[in-house]
T-cell receptor
Framework: RKEVEQDPGPFNVPEGATVAFNCTYS??????FFWYRQDCRKEPKLLMS???SGNEDGRFTAQLNRASQYISLLIRDSKLSDSATYLC????????????FGKGTKLSVKP | GAGVSQSPRYKVTKRGQDVALRCDPI?????LYWYRQALGQGPEFLTY????????KSGLPNDRFSAERPEGSISTLTIQRTEQRDSAMYRC?????????????FGQGTRLTVV
């Protein structure tokens, strides 16, 4: 099993839609969880950290289920500018300080 | 600038040559990470440092790849006897502290092409 797995998509949605991305991770000892966003030909940038209690930042909501080793990202009222690849990130096994990225889920928001 | 700086931005090299990729992290950042990213894929972990100590090199594909960060700041990723399959975007990131990782800031990457 890969350390971090995501549905690669692409997800093609109309403006205003709600879209959800899922991610599973293999290391039950992981303590740090993030969603990063990567625009085409750019470097990844932090979108939000994911906390055990779940957290929200405007239109974005992240959830963590430790028992199922599952992370989600919900985007409400999607905008054209949300089109990007969303990367699930978890600190890896064997060395708790490193960061392991999933392959990313591509989102395309259409007018 | 105050961000992570990588050089060169682009490197074309002939198969069999050695290359050295440089990363200058954000000043004061303790952790430094190296990743390799193929087109359409997420960043693949190679290695990381806390200060000058290499904490994990489990992601380095083989012994042609090595990395160092001798003074706990600038890091160099070296690929010896390059092969065409080494062609990729190499990304460096740094973060403020060790232990439970915090936000990692990425540089713009070095696009390596082996011909």
């Amino acid at each position: 099993r890969k350390e971090v797995e995501q549905d690669p998509g692409p997800f093609n949605v109309p403006e205003g839609a709600t879209v959800a991305f899922n991610c599973t991770y293999s290391n039950s000892a992981s303590q740090s969880f993030f969603w990063y966003r990567q625009d085409c030909r750019k470097e990844p940038k932090l979108l939000m950290s994911v906390y055990s209690s779940g957290n929200e930042d405007g239109r974005f909501t992240a959830q963590l289920n430790r028992a199922s080793q599952y992370i989600s990202l919900l985007i409400r009222d999607s905008k054209l500018s949300d089109s990007a690849t969303y990367l699930c990130v978890v600190n890896g096994k064997g060395s708790q300080g490193n960061l392991i990225f999933g392959k990313g889920t591509k989102l395309s928001v259409k007018p | 600038g105050a961000g992570v700086s990588q050089s060169p931005r682009y490197k074309v090299t002939k198969r069999g040559q050695d290359v050295a990729l440089r990363c200058d992290p954000i000043s004061g950042h303790v952790s430094l990470y190296w990743y390799r990213q193929a087109l359409g894929q997420g960043p693949e972990f190679l290695t990381y440092f806390n200060y000058e100590a290499q904490q994990d090199k489990s992601g380095l594909p083989n012994d042609r790849f090595s990395a160092e960060r001798p003074e706990g700041s600038i890091s160099t990723l070296t690929i010896q006897r390059t092969e065409q399959r080494d062609s990729a975007m190499y990304r460096c990131a740094s973060s403020r502290r060790t232990g439970s990782p915090t936000e990692a800031f990425f540089g713009q990457g070095t696009r390596l092409t082996v011909v």
